[in-house]
């Protein structure tokens, strides 16, 4: 956020919403003793929504750069527009032509975008999904 010229106090009282926070877990009609919530944001947070797309801008940013550059192809779709991003609640997803060039040059994207934000893409919970070939290339085994 300090990167993206938000004020201090703004960066401070995000910060303060996000570590103070406490939960209780209900099971079977009782409920644990709470405990301080280390990760991520509590469930139904309405900063939530806010605080995701702030944090991927720079990747969207990174990502449109790179087709802007030639350096990846996004999929076209209708009415001549090409599409490679996507943000739905709190997933995104890329969307690139099936070539070696295009996944070696996201790969170089993100790697980029983790070193610039700290974030780590979670290979347990992406996923590759090749729409247009018949197999995986043995490129992306």
């Known amino acids: 956020m300090r990167n993206m010229g938000f004020d201090a106090e703004v960066i401070e009282l995000t910060r303060a ?11 079977n009609g009782k409920s644990t003793k709470s405990f301080r919530l ?16 702030i944090s991927t801008h720079p990747l969207m940013r990174l990502l449109r750069e790179g087709e802007m550059k030639g350096l990846i192809t996004g999929i076209n779709i209708p009415r001549g527009r ?8 709190d997933d995104s997803g890329v969307a690139i032509r099936a070539d070696e060039n ?4 996201l790969r170089k994207i993100i790697e980029r975008f983790e070193k610039l934000s700290g974030a780590q893409l979670n290979p347990a919970k992406s996923v590759i999904i090749p729409f247009t070939v018949e197999r995986p290339p043995t490129w992306l085994q």
């Open 17 to 27: 919403l996000l570590s103070e926070g406490h939960a209780k877990v209900h099971l």
């Open 38 to 53: 280390q990760h991520g944001v509590r469930q139904g947070c309405p900063v939530s929504p806010l605080l995701f797309a």
């Open 82 to 89: 090409s599409l490679i991003h996507r943000l739905f609640a």
């Open 102 to 105: 295009n996944f070696r040059n």
